[in-house]
């Protein structure tokens, strides 16, 4: 990317950054289920024990109120419905090729409805690639314990991992939640942090931290390769790390994320994740090539995450749970029509400046490149599930506030579900 003028600061946002503000997953009363520390300091937080933020009506569902809608259902996508479909992109403003668009309307099970409007356009989709690679590291566990949930469970709420090179670098902070002492740190990760497999993907899948999914794709690749011997010590995993020849490490990286998309019926061309998102762990791990996404590929994500059959029911669960927004929400989720709503959300972006007459840089602004992306399912109200609908969004929209824009969006087509269910 060019230059633009000598202050750095003005470089380091000018510069072409992957970024995904910090919302919160998973259901408030989970802690005891995962371990995960975050939880036990948002619950306490609603019922007013600790300072933080509360919740939106829509963010208060119990674990047995979070399951997959459409259990022992195995159809794909189904043929375009040409009257949602015209009411569906008269939700879109500006340019259409700005947008890639994907809603599947599951309100009626028995007759679902599809639309979709350049669904086939393909770009990084930035942190949405964490749902890859949530996917893989839920497909080994289940290669590996086929027949024991319960196995499954103990390894992600038991293994204690040990930040290393593979965290660094970051600028998203997590939350790290003292439960004894009530106290509550929001920091980036460091090296030497210590907390539970769960926790990590916790961190990777809520407030969206690289250096969370640079953990994630490590241990999925230490399962694929220790198998039932995992987990391993520390010292053991370094070794590992140093002294395999980096093809076979190229190797394994492209086995452990993308075998799991075909194996899940879904299309390796449209969906893929090819490097880690940390700078540490691409200099240990070289990828597998380009990462990418389209509206229509999340979408098939997204609803078989709905059927149960995303690996298999405990998998698509547990995905779920994870991408359950139980805090802050930003962007597409952040449209205030969707509070009583429960949304299960993953946004990533991209953007990218260069020097331009009148134009000034901002975050999700970029005007060589300004990719924004969301994945999300909706239940609206989340108590009663009267709608019920599948959102993914690619857009390339240059020099407009991207998060600002997809939350117009959403805020639209709320409206346009809403009104098509009377």
């Known amino acids: 990317m060019k230059s633009i003028g000598s202050s750095r600061a003005w470089g380091a946002l000018a510069a072409c950054l992957l970024v995904a503000m910090t919302a919160f997953a998973y259901p ?3 802690y005891d289920d995962t371990g995960i520390r975050r939880l036990e300091g948002s619950r306490l937080a609603h019922e007013g024990v600790v300072r933080d933020v509360k919740q939106p009506p829509g963010a208060l569902l119990k674990l047995r109120d979070v399951e997959p809608r459409l259990v022992g259902q195995s159809f794909d996508l189904p043929p375009v419905d040409p009257a949602f479909n015209a009411r569906v992109a008269g939700v879109l403003t500006g340019s259409m090729d700005d947008y890639g668009l994907a809603v599947l309307d599951l309100s009626d099970p028995a007759k679902p409805r599809f639309a979709e409007h350049r669904a086939d356009h393909r770009q990084n989709v930035g942190s949405v690639g964490k749902l ?6 839920f497909q080994v566990l289940a290669d590996l314990h086929p027949d024991d949930v319960e196995a499954r469970r103990r390894l992600l709420k038991t293994t204690v991992v040990t930040a290393d090179a593979f965290s660094q670098r970051d600028s998203h902070t997590v939350r790290i939640f003292d439960v004894e002492s009530r106290k509550l740190t929001r920091r980036g990760i460091q090296v030497g942090d ?11 899948l809520s407030p969206s931290s690289n250096g969370a999914a640079g953990m994630v794709m490590r241990e999925a690749m230490l399962l694929r390769h220790f198998g039932k011997a995992y987990p391993v010590p520390e010292a053991q995993i370094q070794r590992f790390f140093n002294d395999t020849p980096k093809a076979e490490l190229s190797a394994l990286f492209t086995v452990t994320f993308n075998e799991p998309i075909t194996r899940n019926g879904l299309d390796i061309s449209n969906l893929r994740q090819g490097s880690f998102f940390t700078a540490g762990g691409k200099a240990r791990v070289p990828g597998s090539g380009d990462s990418y996404g389209t509206a229509r590929e999340l979408m098939r994500y997204l609803l078989r995450v709905e059927q149960g059959r995303l690996v298999d029911l405990f998998s698509s669960r547990e995905i779920k749970r994870l991408i359950y927004v139980t805090e802050r929400r930003i962007r597409y989720a952040s449209a205030p029509t969707l509070a009583e709503a429960a949304v299960y959300f993953k946004s990533g972006s991209l953007f990218q400046c260069a020097p331009e007459a009148g134009f000034t840089c901002k975050p999700y602004a970029g005007n060589v490149k300004n990719y924004m992306n969301s994945a999300a399912i909706i239940e609206s109200p989340a108590q009663g599930r009267q709608l019920h609908y599948l959102s993914t969004l690619v857009t390339n929209i240059l020099r407009k506030n991207s998060a600002a824009e997809h939350q117009a969006l959403a ?9 098509t269910k009377r």
Do not use: F, H, I
């Open 28 to 30: 408030l009363d989970g």
């Open 132 to 137: 890859v690679v949530a996917l893989a590291l």
């Open 194 to 204: 210590r907390a539970k497999l769960y926790e990590y993907l916790d961190w990777m």
């Open 411 to 419: 805020t639209r087509l709320q409206s346009l579900m809403a009104d």
